[in-house]
């Protein structure tokens, strides 16, 4: 009999235990859900932590349109034949009002900026083009950028929603709701054909090897071209 009472009673905490902890779960839950739900940089800041450890596409096919932008100075700009041109750009996608991803990547791009500075503005180009084209006037850009202490070779690019939207498409990096853009740098030569994305957080060392890469290989196409060219000559 006694032994029974003991039996029970272990049954009643444990069952008062469970209830507990399934308690504590809802309530976990619903808070989760709350801030997902109340919280628009969400999903932005999960991209972010998540893509902490880098990875690569190579050899991604991109069609560069010729879409007319503004840069931050307000001055129209084709993409392909003003910005891109035939330059190795560095590409990364941010908007002025995001607080989490974008300031980061800016940063990453800014020490970029400082490793590669003999380079920027003399075939390669740092470009930042926003993803919120309907806040992200020039004049806001250009107070963004120089807070990253932005230098001549880095572009910042806004337009009209229709045209960014449609480089962004072309570029692959469009998505309907611009809080949840990738937090994504590209690196790419349109004359060699060859880009490559970064996801998350790249260190800039990364992203200057992978710029170094480029000019080594269009150096030897350039050479090839001349070989070529004087053998046509003759």
Not at 68 to 86: E, H, M, T, W
Not at 182 to 200: A, C, E
Request: hydrophobic letters at 40%; aromatic letters at 8%.
């Amino acid at each position: 009999m006694f032994n029974k009472k003991i039996v029970r009673a272990q049954w009643l905490i444990l069952g008062v235990i469970t209830c507990v902890l399934l308690n504590s779960n809802v309530q976990a839950t619903e808070s989760h859900d709350h801030h997902q739900h109340h919280d628009p940089h969400a999903k932005h800041k999960q991209m972010g932590t998540a893509g902490m450890e880098e990875q690569s596409q190579g050899g991604a096919e991109l069609d560069i349109p010729e879409t007319a932008l503004l840069n931050q100075y307000g001055q129209s700009v084709n993409f392909r034949q003003d910005v891109v041109a035939d330059n190795i750009v560095v590409m990364d996608f941010i908007y002025t009002s995001c607080t989490t991803v974008c300031p980061v990547l800016s940063a990453v791009m800014a020490q970029v900026q400082r490793k590669l500075e003999p380079r920027i503005g003399h075939g390669v180009s740092l470009v930042s083009l926003t993803v919120d084209p309907v806040r992200d006037n020039p004049q806001r850009l250009l107070d963004y950028s120089r807070q990253h202490d932005a230098g001549p070779g880095w572009t910042w690019l806004t337009g009209s929603k229709p045209a960014v939207d449609s480089v962004l498409v072309s570029l692959g990096t469009y998505t309907p709701n611009f809080v949840d853009h990738p937090s994504l740098v590209m690196v790419g030569d349109v004359k060699t054909g060859q880009w490559t994305r970064f996801y998350g957080f790249p260190s800039p060392d990364r992203i200057v090897a992978t710029v170094n890469k480029l000019l080594k290989e269009r150096a030897k196409l350039d050479s090839k071209e001349v070989v070529e060219g004087a053998f046509l000559w003759n």
